[in-house]
């Protein structure tokens, strides 16, 4: 299969360059030519693991080509996927879809022959309708169809997500486009992962409900984590008793900080102006929005009151600032609320995290970065752990208390415990619903 990629980012470039190594031909097609001159130069716009290896083969093997030349990369596709960007429109919670219809209009204007025209990106119920209205304008008559392709990988272990998919979702509306989609996920079927084949309508509501119920298990377990406090039981416990339960599964269960990231708190706030539109109000989703907000509220609070109730002048060394461990990405993280938060009530904030500088540099411009979670205790007076890289996992307590001026944590992952903590010389120590 000759397949088109448009957009470059976390998705199309993950899911381009693993389609190449499926076997098809694939062209990556952005807008933005820093990212493609990067990646003619065999360069990764972003951190995502064992994506650069990957790469590199299949640009070796001739398979996978990059390009700002949609018209080009389009010609000749048996199918092209659209994997650009959806965010919040600004003030009203909606999808915007500036980029998507944008890409339709072009892609419409370069097909040749008959194409399948993919959505991969995130989109409200109805937008591949949308999408194929706008085709069906600029090209009357033309041979195309659309399909809807939602994507569930997650960052960070995208690439074996994408291989090892739970399921492939395809929403098609003819039995062309099913047999090119069903071509292009073959060797996928043949290691039978599971492909659900549904009209437009269904796919595109199963990538919202899916990501809505997940945002809504985390801010489930963050409630209870609240009350766990109140109470004195510990949720880290109550977690893995609920998660060994078969029927409810022990993955998206852990107490933190509030989730982020580039696709919850989009995903939710659309999913619910979308019940609004048609008057099917989504009150669970509604309610999980307003309780994550607060959930990030009290991680602040939680930290002054560890620093006596005022951080003013303090020294605070934050250890992670990206949303999850493994990415690059900085998008929605707690960082973003948290940290401005600190250094607007006076702390002088030090920052360190394996790879969320570049971006973090000047989405939070007061932070003073530094290189390894020693360097930035030392003289501090709190430390707080924000993401759970795995090099904050297995830290020297004893040696980074030492280094603190007053060695105070605030854990908001729940990597250690007061017990040990307090060993190690911390004279406060707090987490999440412990
Ligand atoms: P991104 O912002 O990282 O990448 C989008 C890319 O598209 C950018 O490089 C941009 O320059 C390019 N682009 C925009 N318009 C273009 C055009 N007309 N022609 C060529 N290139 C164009 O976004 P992302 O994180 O990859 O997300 C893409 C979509 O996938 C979103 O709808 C998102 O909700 C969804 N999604 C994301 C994830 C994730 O983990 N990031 C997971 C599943 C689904």
């Not at 397949?3 to 076997?23: K, R």
């Not at 530094?370 to 930035?376: N, P």
């Not at 030392?378 to 830290?395: K, P, Q, S």
Request: glycine share 8%; with cysteine; proline share 4%.
């Amino acid at each position: 299969m000759k397949i088109a990629m448009i957009g470059t980012g976390y998705v199309g470039l993950v899911s381009g360059v693993c389609f190449s190594d499926f076997g098809h031909e694939v062209i990556c097609v952005d807008k933005d030519p820093r990212k493609i001159e990067m990646l003619e130069r065999g360069e990764i716009p972003i951190y995502e693991p064992g994506l650069d290896t990957l790469l590199a083969k299949n640009v070796a093997a001739g398979r996978l080509s990059f390009t700002g030349d949609l018209k080009a990369a389009v010609n000749g596709a048996d199918a092209v996927f659209i994997a650009v960007g959806t965010p919040t429109r600004r003030g009203d919670g909606h999808a915007d879809l500036t980029y998507v219809m944008a890409a339709a209009e072009e892609i419409a204007e370069a097909m040749t022959a008959y194409t399948v025209v993919v959505t991969k990106s995130t989109v409200p119920v109805g937008t591949n309708k949308a999408v194929h209205d706008v085709i069906s304008r600029v090209r009357p008559g033309f041979a195309f169809d659309v399909a809807s392709n939602p994507e569930f990988l997650r960052e960070g272990a995208a690439i074996d997500d994408f291989m090892r998919p739970d399921r492939v979702v395809v929403g098609v509306t003819s039995e062309q486009a099913r047999r090119v989609m069903g071509e292009i996920y073959r060797p996928l079927f043949l290691r039978e992962f599971p492909i659900l084949y549904t009209d437009l309508e269904t796919a595109e509501m199963i990538k919202y409900a899916a990501n809505a119920f997940l945002a809504t298990k985390i801010t489930f377990i963050n409630e209870i984590a609240r009350l766990c406090e109140k109470v004195g039981a510990d949720v880290k416990q109550v977690s893995r008793g609920m998660g060994l339960d078969n029927r409810i599964g022990n993955k998206f269960l852990h107490a933190g900080p509030g989730y982020g990231g580039s696709c919850f708190p989009k995903d939710t706030q659309a999913l619910a102006r979308m019940g609004q539109d048609h008057a099917a109000p989504m009150q669970i989703v509604e309610t999980v929005i307003k309780v994550n907000d607060e959930v990030k509220r009290r991680m602040i609070e939680k930290i002054v009151d560890l620093c006596d109730g005022s951080v003013n002048g303090k020294t605070i060394a934050v250890l992670g600032v990206t949303f999850k461990p493994n990415t690059d990405d900085m998008r929605d993280a707690p960082s973003l609320t948290i940290v401005p938060a600190l250094v607007g009530a006076g702390a002088n904030v030090r920052a360190v995290d394996p790879q969320g500088e570049r971006e973090g540099a000047h989405l939070l411009p007061h932070v003073h970065w530094l290189s390894d979670a020693y360097g930035a205790a030392t003289g501090a007076d709190c430390v707080v752990i924000l993401t759970e890289w795995n090099e904050f996992r297995a830290l020297d307590l004893q040696k980074l208390a030492a280094s603190m001026v007053e060695p105070r944590m605030a854990d908001l992952r729940n990597i250690y415990n007061a017990q040990d903590a307090k060993a190690a010389g911390f004279a406060a120590y707090t987490s999440v619903g412990r």
